[in-house]
């Protein structure tokens, strides 16, 4: 007795689907349990400033440990970057004769915020001053 029939041969396939399927979950899990760590400390070493000669036609900013700001040796009396900016375009405009690079030095004191000097840097941008320098102690 013959069982078989004379069938044609099916090809054998191999699903991929179910495959996907497992790696997918595969790599979801991995991605959900990494952990991504970021080191709050880091023991830095950062470089010593020597200073240049300054420029004598070089505008001043001066930022306060409270956030105050003084360009020019005067005080101003708003501390928004655009109080700030206008102080500087005044400046600009009041300067004798015309510089086609106004150079402007921050002299922030070591206490003050972070904020408060990438505000008086926007301000500088707002104002249209490309160069900005930041003012340093000499070392001993």
């Not at 080191?39 to 956030?67: C, F, N, W």
């Not at 510089?99 to 904020?115: C, F, K, N, R, Y």
Request: glycine share 4%; aromatic share 4%; charged share 15%.
């Amino acid at each position: 007795m013959n069982f078989r029939k004379n069938q044609p041969d099916d090809e054998i396939e191999i699903n991929l689907i179910p495959l996907i399927d497992v790696l997918l979950v595969i790599l979801i899990f991995l991605a959900a349990t990494t952990s991504f760590n970021r080191y709050q400390q880091l023991k830095l070493t950062l470089p010593r400033a020597v200073a240049e000669a300054q420029q004598h036609d070089a505008m001043h900013i001066a930022v306060s440990h409270d956030g105050l700001y003084a360009v020019q040796g005067q005080l101003l009396p708003g501390t928004t970057t655009n109080d700030i900016a206008e102080a500087l375009l005044q400046l600009m405009a009041a300067s004798p004769g015309e510089h086609a690079e106004h150079v402007l030095v921050i002299d922030a004191d070591a206490q003050a915020s972070h904020a408060a000097v990438v505000r008086a840097m926007e301000a500088a941008r707002l104002a249209g001053i490309e160069r900005v320098h930041f003012a340093t102690q000499a070392l001993p």
